[in-house]
């Protein structure tokens, strides 16, 4: 069964830059969708970007521009470069994983889930 361990979070000043890595591991298929989404309390989650096996991606609207996707084979990590930070970005961010490379916005189409890493940005 696949497992997925966010890392990177902390906390940044407004402007600043944070990169964010998921590593996973017990994959079953070949061809998957890894994709990073956010929380914030009182909100739905929200997706930030979205990454398939032969490195085809989907950005959300808060995240174009400012966010850069990517995803090593090899290491079965993906990364997420997060640029010009604002404390709008404040929030968990989660990793999640599904096994076909539709590249797809929606929480539900995802199987498995990390618990996720705290991103703060200060004003």
């Known amino acids: 069964q696949v497992r997925l361990v966010e890392s990177g979070g902390g906390s940044v000043q407004s402007g600043e830059s944070l990169s964010l890595s998921c590593e996973a591991s017990?994959?079953?298929?070949?061809?998957?969708?890894m994709a990073w989404f956010r929380q914030t309390p009182g909100k739905e989650r929200e997706a930030v970007a979205v990454?398939?096996?032969?490195?085809?991606?989907k950005y959300g609207g808060s995240a174009q521009g400012r966010f850069t996707v990517s995803l090593d084979n090899d290491k079965n990590t993906m990364y997420l470069q997060m640029a010009t930070l604002q404390p709008e970005d404040t929030a968990v961010y989660y990793c999640?994983?599904?096994?076909?490379?539709?590249?797809?916005?929606?929480?539900?189409?995802?199987?498995?889930w990390g618990r996720g890493t705290q991103v703060t940005v200060a004003s």
């Open positions: 990454i398939n096996y032969v490195h085809h991606s």
């Open positions: 017990g994959f079953t298929c070949e061809k998957y969708v």
């Open positions: 999640a994983e599904h096994n076909d490379p539709i590249l797809s916005l929606i929480p539900p189409r995802y199987t498995f």
